[in-house]
């Protein structure tokens, strides 16, 4: 069974740091794109960032400069770094990831999301 699970959550001051990791199993082929998205209260899932397979990235405008992520193929782990966090960043951040099964079908994966939340 494919899944993903999320860790790293949780409450931070605005200004600090935060590292959310994720841990993908079960794909006989490993997995292409990993990402994490994030949804708000009231507002719908919207991307945080995604990162390929070969590492290339790309990040929602919002969080340039301020988030870093990363993954390790060997350990099918990807991770989020989020510096200077502000209040807006508050939701629950849901990893993503997807791959082929060996009838070479595309599928995606979700996390069951970890909350962080931010003070002012």
């Known amino acids: 069974q494919v899944q993903l699970v999320e860790s790293g959550g949780g409450l931070v001051q605005a200004g600090g740091s935060l590292r959310l990791s994720c841990a993908a199993s079960?794909?006989?082929?490993?997995?292409?794109?990993m990402g994490w998205y994030r949804q708000a209260p009231g507002k719908q899932r919207e991307l945080v960032a995604t990162?390929?397979?070969?590492?290339?990235?790309n990040y929602a405008d919002s969080v340039k400069g301020r988030f870093a992520i990363s993954r390790d193929n060997a350990k099918n782990m990807v991770y989020l770094q989020m510096n200077s966090l502000k209040p807006e960043d508050t939701a629950v951040y849901y990893c993503y990831a997807n791959y082929f099964n060996p009838s070479m079908r595309y599928l995606e994966v979700w996390g069951q999301g970890t909350l962080v939340t931010v003070s002012s």
């Open positions: 990162i390929t397979s070969v590492g290339s990235t």
């Open positions: 079960g794909s006989m082929f490993g997995f292409n794109v």
